[in-house]
């Protein structure tokens, strides 16, 4: 069954360095997602690509975030200068279309220190 | 505004009991839709329903059934028989407005014991 990738599953970085967090949707999905979840709260949205392009995004991604799909099959988002409020779990989704269901890899977990 | 609320925390069952997970949902659009997320343990969201706005028939897959309310805004989810294997937290969750992102509930961990 296709699946939503991952990579690293556990990443942890110094404060103010820069990290990349990579994801493989499915194939055939042309709408992408980043969520997070900061330990034992509720899962936020990030950012919505769609055609290359963001097509929603929300408060918390700032500045210091991007995201970028830099080939046909990969999808990330970098956070430029890392804080420790950014540690949390890094979940990318995808769906085939608009309003259906988003399918969601299996998470990396941030850790900043 | 749209917002989703899960009061329940947290519920705790003994196996074979039967639970109702409760999610109560707020949008002033006319066209959404509904979704429940399961998290396990090992920490991914695996996805286990879809209901559009229209769609107000409830539905059963095994040992799963949802409650869709429009007229008191609920998406309701009940296990029936539950097992260990369903100690997870459950989301609800809302797509509305742009269409582009979900709106998730606090999320409800269920432990279910021997």
């Known amino acids: 069954e296709p699946e939503v990738t991952q990579t690293p599953s556990h990443q942890v970085t110094q404060m103010g360095q820069e990290v990349i967090l990579r994801c493989v949707p499915i194939?055939?999905?042309?709408?992408f997602y980043w969520y997070r979840q900061i330990l034992g709260q509720k899962v936020e949205f990030l950012v919505s690509?769609?055609?290359?392009?963001?097509?929603?995004k929300s408060e918390i991604f700032d500045d210091q975030f991007s995201v970028e799909r830099p080939d046909g099959s990969n999808f990330t988002l970098k956070i430029r200068s890392t804080k420790l409020e950014d540690s949390a779990m890094y979940f990318c989704?995808?769906?085939?279309?608009?309003?259906?269901?988003?399918?969601f890899g299996q998470g990396t977990r941030l850790t900043v220190v | 505004a749209q917002k989703v609320t899960q009061a329940q925390t947290e519920i705790s069952v003994v196996e074979k009991e039967d639970v109702t997970l409760d999610c109560v949902y707020e949008?002033?659009?006319?066209?959404?839709?509904l979704f429940w997320y399961k998290q396990p343990p090992s920490g991914e969201l695996v996805f286990l329903i879809r209901?559009?706005?229209?769609?107000?028939q409830n539905e059963i897959s095994g040992r799963y059934s949802w409650n869709f309310q429009k007229s008191t805004s609920s998406f309701n989810f009940t296990i029936t028989a539950s097992q260990v294997v369903d100690s997870a937290v459950y989301f609800c969750?809302?797509?509305?407005?742009?269409?582009?992102?979900?709106?998730f509930g606090a999320g409800t961990r269920l432990a279910v014991h021997p």
């Open positions: 949008t002033r659009d006319t066209t959404y839709y």
């Open positions: 690509f769609y055609n290359n392009e963001i097509s929603e």
């Open positions: 194939s055939n999905h042309l709408y």
């Open positions: 989704a995808s769906s085939g279309t608009l309003n259906t269901e988003a399918f």
């Open positions: 969750a809302l797509l509305s407005g742009g269409y582009n992102k979900l709106i």
């Open positions: 209901r559009n706005s229209f769609d107000e």
